[in-house]
């Protein structure tokens, strides 16, 4: 895979994908975002925050993913890149089959791709101002834009107490890619449509990083 990492072109491959969920630094929304799951048919968690480990070939970089039936949808989330002991910062999307995640939310993570960004920005040049760092994502339905996700990574643990928490439970860091978390979506609901589209903006150095993707739907093997 390619990155581009102020300007210079990285080649790298991930050994290791992780996902870590319900990351957020605050616990009385956490528990509202459990309850609101919950409501849609996904169970609560045994602990927080929970860690998924998937195939590493799941990471793309590419424009377009396919999905089986229009039942999958993406969620915006930092990711961090630990390539050759550096760690890096970009922006992916938890891709994840919403029908499957009420029976197993790791196997419904496991069935999709999980896009990210090309470009990256070292994480020391951005770890004492993180918090500022805004993240939005929209999703094109139907032709329409429409804002799915607001906030800012203030929000999240850093990443320095996500790894933490990640080794502790035994988990190789070692080349890894790790998605740290997502926000709460706009509307209470999952949106389902033909385009992502995602971005971090860093106020204190104008710069942004910007995530899109279609899905594409395969044909249904039941439909004659």
């Known amino acids: 895979m390619k990155f581009l990492v102020n300007g210079k072109e990285v080649n ?3 050994k290791n994908l992780l996902i ?42 590419d424009a ?17 890149l630990n390539i050759e002991g550096e760690w890096y910062v970009g922006l992916g999307s938890d891709h994840t089959d919403r029908v499957l995640e009420a029976v197993s939310i790791q196997k419904s993570k ?9 470009k990256l920005w070292p994480l020391c040049s951005i770890e004492d101002h993180w918090d ?15 804002l799915y996700q607001s906030g800012k990574l203030a929000e999240f643990l850093t990443p320095t107490e996500l790894v933490e928490i990640i ?23 999952f949106l389902y449509g033909e385009e992502f589209k995602a971005e971090l903006y860093d106020p204190k150095s104008n710069e942004r990083i910007s995530l899109s993707y279609q899905i594409k739907i395969l044909k249904d093997a039941e439909v004659v």
């Open 110 to 118: 496991q069935v999709c791709a999980k896009p990210v960004t090309t």
């Open 12 to 14: 790298w491959e991930p």
């Open 20 to 61: 870590a969920g319900y990351t957020s630094k605050d616990q009385n929304s956490l528990r509202e975002h459990i309850e609101e799951l919950e409501k849609i048919g996904v169970p609560a968690p045994p602990t927080v925050p929970m860690i998924y480990q998937l195939s590493p070939e799941l990471l793309s970089t």
């Open 132 to 146: 500022e760092i805004e993240m939005n994502s929209w999703y094109v339905v139907n032709g329409k834009e429409i």
């Open 167 to 189: 080794e502790a439970r035994g988990y190789s860091v070692s080349e890894a890619a790790i998605l740290c978390g997502t926000l709460p979506i706009l509307s209470n609901e």
């Open 64 to 80: 377009e993913i396919t999905a089986v039936r229009n039942d999958s949808s993406g969620e915006a989330e930092v990711v961090i």
